[in-house]
T-cell receptor
């Protein structure tokens, strides 16, 4: 069945450094790729998304890249800050069918 | 505030009991999704409704059921509860369902503790 693989499961980076989280998907018909951030004890919230007709999208310190041929997409966070510590989920979506990755726990080290 | 309302926020009950979790989607959203999140786990998809009809099912146990009412609010019923059902249950809503893509808007969740 359709699947989304997300790596790494845990990531620790020094404050100020960059963090990269990668996802691969299996359903070639997926055409929408949102990323959600979940802080401890809170609800997941959309932080950035990209559609299949775009290769890259940036919003301040956050960027997402998409390689449709290879069926993978990545989240890039630059100049990491303590408030970036959270669990990040990628998702691959086709219409209302959504497959989530298992999440990446990001730790920002002081 | 996502606009998605979940009640109650917390629920503590005993094994074998039955509970109902309620979700009101964001105004204008037609799709409602239910997810289960156990401690330190990912988002386990349970079930989705679109405009009152069941759209997709995930790994939802037979002891669990759900429905979406004409006013688009949804209820998740959990029966014969077991200790392992203790989790955070999220409802999410989105506009899409009949085509097109839109992000999910999550409620704050209902934390269920089964003792």
């Amino acid at each position: 069945g359709e699947n989304v693989e997300q790596h790494p499961s845990t990531l620790s980076v020094q404050e100020g450094d960059s963090a990269v989280i990668k996802c691969t998907y299996s359903d070639s018909a997926s055409n929408y790729f949102p990323w959600y951030k979940q802080e401890l004890g809170k609800r997941p919230q959309l932080i950035i998304d990209i559609r299949s007709n775009v290769g890259e999208k940036k919003d301040q310190r956050i960027a997402v890249t998409l390689n449709k041929t290879a069926k993978h997409f990545s989240l890039h966070i630059t100049e990491t800050q303590p408030e970036d510590s959270a669990v990040y989920f990628c998702a691959a979506q086709r219409d209302d069918k959504i497959i989530f990755g298992k999440g990446t726990r990001l730790h920002i080290l002081p | 505030d996502s606009g998605v309302t979940q009640t109650p926020k917390h629920l503590i009950t005993a094994t074998g009991q039955r509970v109902t979790l309620r979700c009101s989607p964001r105004s204008g959203d037609l799709s409602v999704y239910w997810y289960q999140q156990s401690l330190d786990q990912g988002l386990q998809f349970l079930i989705q409704y679109y405009n009152g009809e069941e759209r997709a099912k995930g790994n939802i146990l037979e002891r669990f059921s759900a429905q979406q009412f004409p006013d688009l609010h949804s209820e998740l019923n959990l029966s014969s509860l077991e200790l392992g059902d203790s989790a955070l249950y999220f409802c999410a809503s989105s506009l899409s369902g009949g085509g097109g893509n839109s992000p999910l808007h999550f409620g704050n969740g209902t934390r269920l503790t089964v003792t």
